[in-house]
């Protein structure tokens, strides 16, 4: 559990992604299943009634989520990484390619906030270990990361505040 007083930076795109889970579970499913419970309810016995009880479950579900994502909103720090200064350095909202001196494999992630954690798309929490070794750095340096599977060293390779164009690294 976070403690209260842990920053939640987040990007303008992860900060608009949570509003838009917002919006689609108070405004358009969270309606739907409270007609759903209330039709369900209005036929008597809700002990067996599936309806009434499913959609009892998916309530409580949409509430408990909405209200997990109103006080990350609340407590979000939107950082804007176009509007960054020393674009050679690694802070928050950089793309960073690395060079894997183990396996000669280079690989690129971005530094995130952790409403937006998505290793499958190459987004890494600020408050990862490799993000937290590579913060501050500059492409040329060298990082050590220590895993459970062991200790990992990378070269900085790229540094860059917007995504790759296709067709590059």
Not at 106 to 128: A, F, H, M, Q
């Amino acid at each position: 559990m976070a403690s209260t007083d842990e920053k939640n930076y987040i990007t303008p795109q992860g900060f608009a992604a949570l509003q838009a889970e917002f919006h689609q579970l108070y405004k358009i499913e969270r309606p739907e299943v409270v007609r759903t419970v209330s039709w369900a309810a209005s036929n008597g016995d809700r002990s067996e009634n599936g309806d009434y009880i499913y959609g009892k479950r998916r309530l409580r579900q949409i509430d408990s989520r909405c209200k997990h994502l109103m006080k990350r909103m609340d407590l979000a720090e939107i950082v804007d990484s176009s509007l960054q200064q020393h674009l050679e350095k690694i802070f928050f909202g950089a793309w960073v390619t690395l060079f894997n001196l183990a396996d000669d494999t280079e690989v690129t992630y971005r530094i995130v906030g952790k409403d937006e954690l998505d290793p499958n798309k190459g987004c890494i929490s600020w408050v990862s270990p490799l993000a937290k070794a590579m913060l501050g750095k500059a492409i040329g340096d060298a990082v050590k990361v220590i895993t459970p599977a062991g200790e990992h060293e990378y070269e900085i390779i790229d540094v860059r505040y917007t995504p790759a164009e296709k067709g590059t690294s």
